[in-house]
């Protein structure tokens, strides 16, 4: 699941909630193989706490503003863009856009690296939504790596969540805008809606797969906040970053992921010994609060933080608040 853009430095609501917007102070391009180049920066104090940012979607991309939740004094803040996204290459929007290389198991290869190049032995990693996956499967992956987690709208790619938002569940809060998601659908495919989307954002035809991929977007855009934000999905609707998104999200999950069904959960026991924090929404429509549940009853020593008046995005003051509580707590913890 996606997180917005929002601008350079972010909503302007949340000035007062997080830090100050601030510029990288080194930018660079990871070549992590398979022809591809993976966007990379760092911000804040290079002396301070490492903390790896993961972006939502999987294919949403990061955005300067998510530099802000971090204390640009007390940590050093590395972002980048998953293969095929953001400033990455080759871009997923392409007509030709091959992702056979885009998959779970590249991605947590591709953090490793990345943390691996800059010298670090241990850093936090954050994550919401999509993040959140990739950040348990890649602290279930290499533990020994992580000094802490922050983790929001927890998702797992299990087949009950991916047909809750994409084949009908989420249908009966917003059936105006379910409306539109079906419409570039035949009725008779309407059964499996991730499948017959997969047909359309994989032709080579723009015709078919751009309002494909507008669709989509559109449908994850309009109920990511627990109020509408017309903005908000204007921005993340433009074609070609809707193209991209649309079509890397759809792959993943097409896939589930590449996990075994409820991976994530079963193997947080690897994760009881790292210092976390869950950060959920109560009216998350896209990641409902029951997989947030399931993870923190399978993961008990994590503190689970229900935002009561909240949905999914993290640009909702809640949920930032949370958010920088969370960083603001460990950024002073020692990293062992």
């Not at 802000?68 to 990455?88: A, M, N, V």
């Not at 494909?212 to 970053?241: K, R, Y």
């Not at 960083?327 to 913890?333: I, L, P, Q, S």
């Amino acid at each position: 699941m996606a997180e917005q853009s929002a601008g350079h430095s972010g909503p302007a609501h949340l000035d007062g909630i997080l830090y100050p917007p601030i510029e990288p102070f080194e930018t660079g391009e990871l070549l992590v193989g398979d022809g591809q180049r993976v966007y990379w920066e760092q911000s804040g104090n290079p002396d301070g706490k490492p903390v790896v940012f993961l972006h939502g979607g999987p294919g949403a991309g990061t955005s300067p503003w998510h530099r802000r939740f971090f204390d640009p004094e007390r940590y050093r803040i590395i972002l980048f863009d998953q293969r095929g996204c953001g400033r990455s290459t080759p871009h997923a929007s392409a007509p030709d856009a091959d992702l056979r290389f885009n998959t779970t198991w590249h991605l947590v290869a591709d953090i490793e690296l990345l943390r691996r190049n800059l010298g670090i032995d241990k850093w936090q990693v954050f994550g919401g939504s999509w993040g959140s996956a990739l950040a348990l499967a890649y602290a279930e992956s290499y533990p020994d790596a992580v000094s802490e987690l922050v983790l929001r709208g927890i998702f797992t790619l299990r087949r009950h969540e991916l047909e809750w938002f994409y084949e009908g569940g989420a249908s009966a809060l917003f059936p105006d805008l379910w409306e539109a998601f079906l419409a570039p659908i035949p009725v008779l495919e309407r059964s499996r809606m991730i499948e017959a989307y997969h047909r359309r954002l994989t032709d080579p035809d723009p015709a078919v797969h751009r309002p494909a991929g507008v669709a989509w977007t559109t449908w994850e855009a309009s109920t990511l906040t627990l109020h509408p934000d017309p903005d908000l999905v204007a921005s993340m609707a433009a074609p070609d970053a809707a193209v991209a998104f649309a079509r890397i999200e759809n792959h993943y999950f097409v896939h589930a992921g590449w996990f075994r069904e409820g991976q994530l959960i079963e193997d947080a026991g690897r994760l009881r010994h790292i210092p976390a924090v869950i950060v959920q929404g109560r009216y998350d429509v896209c990641t409902p609060v029951m997989t947030a549940w399931d993870l923190h009853r399978a993961w008990p020593e994590a503190d689970l933080v229900i935002v009561p008046d909240a949905s999914h995005s993290a640009s909702e003051p809640g949920i930032a608040a949370a958010l920088r509580a969370a960083t603001d707590r460990f950024a002073a913890a020692p990293v062992d």
